[in-house]
């Protein structure tokens, strides 16, 4: 079929996460606060609730849609590389997310720390603070 538009929004990946949560508010200025977040988009319902908005945190955007009966919440995780993850970290904490693991260098080659945010998804942060080859990863996993 020929086709007279690209496949995917500009600007877009492949693969965009999508989560579903009971307030799309909160979330939408939880990660605005946390990852200085850009609305890219929202529409409301006819119970004038966010049921769809989209987000854009660094190259990537964010989809997320309200909690209903047919779509319940649920949580999910996030892996995100930053800048800076330690100031990132101490944002989402200050703005009420919950530690999971404080700033820490890994063997990998990323120093990352972690949180839950007040609708029990997970998010991971990491920084690449050194580059490392596939073999001195694998010497390095071995001895975890």
Same mark, same amino acid.
């Given at each position: 079929?020929?086709?007279? !538009?690209? #496949?995917?929004?500009?600007?877009? %990946?492949?693969?965009?996460? #999508?989560?579903?949560?009971?307030? !799309?508010?909160?979330?939408?200025?939880?990660?605005? @606060? !946390?990852?200085?977040?850009?609305? %890219?988009?929202?529409?409301?319902?006819?119970?004038g609730r966010i049921m769809h908005a989209e987000v854009r945190i660094g190259d990537?955007?964010?989809?997320? $849609?309200?909690?209903?009966?047919?779509?319940?919440?649920?949580?999910?995780?996030?892996?995100? #590389?930053?800048?800076?993850? /330690? =100031? !990132?970290?101490?944002?989402?904490?200050?703005? $009420?997310?919950?530690?999971?693991?404080?700033?820490?260098?890994?063997?990998?080659? /990323?120093?990352?720390?972690?949180?839950?945010?007040? %609708? $029990?998804? %997970?998010?991971?942060?990491?920084?690449?603070? @050194? @580059?490392?080859?596939?073999?001195?990863?694998?010497?390095? =996993?071995?001895?975890?």
């Amino acid at each position: 079929m020929e086709r007279n !538009v690209n #496949y995917k929004p500009k600007e877009y %990946h492949d693969i965009t996460p #999508y989560m579903i949560v009971r307030n !799309v508010d909160g979330l939408i200025g939880f990660l605005k @606060e !946390v990852f200085n977040a850009e609305l %890219h988009e929202h529409m409301k319902g006819a119970d004038g609730r966010i049921m769809h908005a989209e987000v854009r945190i660094g190259d990537s955007f964010l989809m997320m $849609g309200g909690a209903t009966d047919q779509y319940p919440a649920f949580p999910a995780m996030m892996y995100v #590389y930053t800048d800076d993850t /330690d =100031a !990132v970290y101490q944002r989402a904490i200050k703005a $009420g997310g919950i530690s999971l693991q404080e700033p820490a260098d890994q063997f990998y080659g /990323d120093r990352t720390a972690g949180f839950k945010d007040l %609708h $029990g998804n %997970h998010w991971w942060l990491a920084t690449r603070v @050194e @580059e490392v080859s596939k073999d001195e990863m694998e010497r390095r =996993a071995a001895t975890q």
